[in-house]
């Protein structure tokens, strides 16, 4: 069953603006993860946030995380041509007991545009 | 530094022939390793995923299986492709223990 849902489903920015794109998920996570996928490719993970905290930032990323409210919130600044992907939440739940081994829910993605 | 390789990137296949494909990755011992598939414009849903040789787990029905034969090799398979089957196919690994998992390029199947 699908967990997290992002939105919007499609966003088109201009090179320079920010980009910021919203995931929701439905029960208890350990933590959340984002990443991109580049058409055509393989996901490429891009930052992990703890259910025990608010934010994080890494480089022009900046993600932010409500367990009150079941969302979290990927920030791209300023922009670049090359940022032009899809960006998928991605939450676990733990799938074997005794080994550890996390199994990835992933929503549909937001297909992000920037116009250079 | 570790990598994953897929192969082949891309297979068009008749309904009922077999299906394989295969996921190695170098650099790393003992991985978790996932086979997923994505239909167009939607997101990744988990088929197979295995924690050592010989151990699968299967999240989805259906006429797809998966072996791993050595450590870091993980094979998926068919008897006989069914249309439904077209996708994209990814293969991740990921330390045991950990959250982050890391892909490779996929494969594009098609069945005609």
């Known amino acids: 069953s699908q967990q997290g849902e992002e939105d919007p489903q499609a966003l088109s920015i201009q090179e320079g603006e920010n980009a910021t794109m919203n995931c929701s998920y439905k029960?208890?996570?350990?933590?959340l993860q984002w990443y991109r996928q580049n058409s055509g490719r393989g996901l490429v993970h891009l930052i992990l946030i703890r259910s025990n905290e608010r934010e994080k930032h890494s480089g022009r990323l900046r993600v932010t995380l409500d367990t009150s409210k079941k969302s979290s919130s990927l920030l791209i600044t300023a922009s670049r041509a090359a940022d032009t992907a899809s960006y998928f939440c991605?939450?676990?739940?733990?799938?074997?007991?005794?080994?550890?081994?996390?199994?990835?829910?992933f929503g549909k993605g937001t297909k992000l545009s920037v116009i250079p | 530094s570790q990598t994953i390789h897929q192969w082949p990137a891309t297979l068009v296949q008749p309904v009922g022939s077999p299906l394989s494909l295969e996921c190695t990755v170098e650099g790393t011992s003992n991985p978790n390793l996932y086979w997923y598939r994505q239909a167009a414009g939607r997101g990744l849903q988990l088929l197979f995923y295995s924690v050592g040789i010989g151990q699968i787990s299967s999240e989805v029905p259906q006429n797809l299986s998966a072996s791993r034969p050595q450590d870091r090799q993980f094979i998926l398979s068919s008897k006989k492709l069914l249309l439904s089957d077209s996708g994209f196919y990814l293969c991740?690994?990921?330390?045991?223990?950990?959250?982050?998992?890391?892909f490779g390029p996929g494969t594009r199947l098609t069945v005609t």
């Open positions: 991740a690994w990921s330390v045991q223990g950990a959250y982050e998992q890391y």
């Open positions: 029960t208890s996570i350990n933590n």
């Open positions: 991605a939450t676990d739940s733990w799938g074997y007991s005794g080994a550890g081994s996390y199994q990835l829910t």
